[in-house]
């Protein structure tokens, strides 16, 4: 067979040229796309599977920008969204040009294209000609196309075959948390085109570096611009991760945020199966347990209204929810007990990862496991993690006395650290998932024997 019908044929195959291709660096699929035109189209889904994008004023609107998203948008498999808090993503107050009064805006979504401003049917795009011309001359245009909700949607056309959809909005101060910014216009505009654009196979939302704010700008039912189905679209999501930035967490710290992420979680109870959350910064509560913390639960009603209805939150209880990490936590061990006794019938697999028990031990924490089990040779199944010391070779006449303190020390060292661990719920297949993990760092009990032969007696010698 000559090489030009060998490779023809290795290029023809569908599994060995994706094969190939997937090892091939971006840099390079951009060279190959250069060639002739078949290896443009064999090249272009993977090199185009993932983009990354930050928001810019021309982002969706330049003629030139969109055209190329029209021709690489249906290879698009994960999007990255990133639009960080700075100087210029703050908005000002809105002034009065004549008495110089800060001016107050009701900030509603359009999300029809506007006509020319000549145009007998044109509509102001923030709600009165007025308004619009004061927005139009104080806030930078940044904000206009943040709030330009058709350019969103329009982009959003263009890549049907969506799967993983990532937001980043890292960068916002403390002392702005109670501040809109042109960041939480943009994740309006965002939400509204995910809403109102056909994406089947959209499953997997990741919140990277968000503020506590944004849960109320992605909120389908209490957000700007809602409608009574928008949150059909966000039941698809099966896999959900959110890394949100600490807030306050004291008995007497305000609770809003805390009841708009108790709130944005009830979205998805019916559909997720993987849940990943972590506070950045300083330790928080458990998003999975909120209406159970002294901040949040309702205190007496105010005597301007003794009759408002006080109501606690809703508790989270997620139908098919089979994996769940948490990190950086302070809860208490009755939380803990209470989630895996919810969640028995359907959760596999759980993580406590760098968490403080504020009452109660890990042993109250666990103790439905060996309710669910019962016996308690699911702790028997657990993966131990130990500090293993690397010791270099004895030399001298007391290698024998170095050796025996080094094996005292490693045994004392030998303890399992219970409070960041993965725990399984006892089914029994744990206990192949720790004997594999063994031999993938140890090697074979035989391979380990020996070494530990060669190494004593290297040692005495």
């Known amino acids: ?59 969706f609107t330049k003629p030139a920008r969109m055209a190329a998203l029209d021709r690489i948008g249906s290879h698009v498999k994960t999007l990255t969204f990133n639009m960080p808090h700075s100087s210029e993503t703050f908005l000002p107050p809105l002034l009065d040009p004549v008495t110089g009064e800060e001016t107050t805006f009701v900030y509603e979504p359009c999300t029809r294209s506007s006509k020319k401003s000549g145009s007998r049917l044109s509509v102001p795009t ?11 001359k104080q806030f930078s245009p940044l904000f206009h196309a943040a709030a330009n909700v058709p350019s969103f949607i329009r982009a959003f056309s263009t890549i049907p075959n969506l799967k993983h959809l990532r937001i980043s909005c890292p960068g916002q101060e403390p002392q702005q948390q109670y501040r809109r910014s042109i960041v939480d216009y943009a994740l309006i505009s965002l939400r509204i085109a995910v809403e109102r654009t056909k994406l089947p196979a959209l499953d997997t939302l ?4 968000i503020h506590p704010g944004a849960v109320l700008y992605l909120n389908p039912i209490l957000g700007f611009g809602a409608r009574p189905n928008s949150a059909k679209r966000w039941k698809q999501i099966k896999k959900l991760s959110i ?34 959350f972590r506070w950045r910064g300083a330790k928080g509560p458990c998003p999975i347990s ?127 650290r219970n409070s960041n661990r993965p725990f399984c719920m006892p089914n029994g297949g744990w206990q192949k998932a720790g004997v594999r993990s063994r031999e993938l760092f140890w090697g074979t009990p035989e391979h380990m024997g020996k070494f530990l032969r060669i190494s004593l007696l290297s040692w005495l010698n």
């Not at 990741?206 to 570096?209: A, G, I, P, T, Y």
């Open 243 to 276: 890394h949100m930035d600490s807030i306050p967490f004291t008995p007497n710290s305000p609770a809003d945020h805390f009841k708009m992420l108790n709130s944005y979680l009830q979205l998805f109870t019916s559909s997720l199966r993987y849940f990943k």
């Open 290 to 416: 909120l209406g159970v913390e002294t901040c949040v639960q309702k205190r007496s009603p105010p005597l301007a209204c003794p009759h408002t209805c006080h109501t606690g939150l809703r508790p989270l209880r997620f139908k098919k929810l089979r994996d769940m990490e948490v990190e950086n936590l302070i809860l208490d061990a009755s939380q803990v007990s209470s989630f895996i006794t919810a969640h028995r019938h359907t959760l596999h697999v759980f993580n406590f990862e760098d968490t403080t028990l504020r009452t109660g031990t890990w042993d109250d924490a666990l103790a439905p496991l060996t309710r669910i089990s019962g016996s308690e040779k699911w702790k028997e199944k657990s993966e131990e993690v130990m500090d293993v010391p690397l010791l270099l070779s004895p030399v001298g006449p007391d290698a024998a006395q170095v050796l025996k303190k080094a094996m005292r020390d490693h045994n004392s060292l030998a303890r399992p």
């Open 1 to 59: 067979m000559s090489p030009a019908s060998s490779f023809l044929q290795f290029w023809w195959t569908e599994r060995t040229r994706n094969s190939f291709l997937s090892h091939v660096p971006k840099d390079d699929l951009a060279s190959i796309r250069l060639a002739c035109h078949d290896f443009s189209v064999r090249a272009a889904p993977l090199l185009f599977n993932t983009l990354d994008i930050t928001f810019r004023s021309s982002l």
């Open 206 to 209: 990741s919140l990277m570096s």
């Open 126 to 136: 923030y709600g009165s000609w007025e308004m619009t011309d004061l927005l139009v």
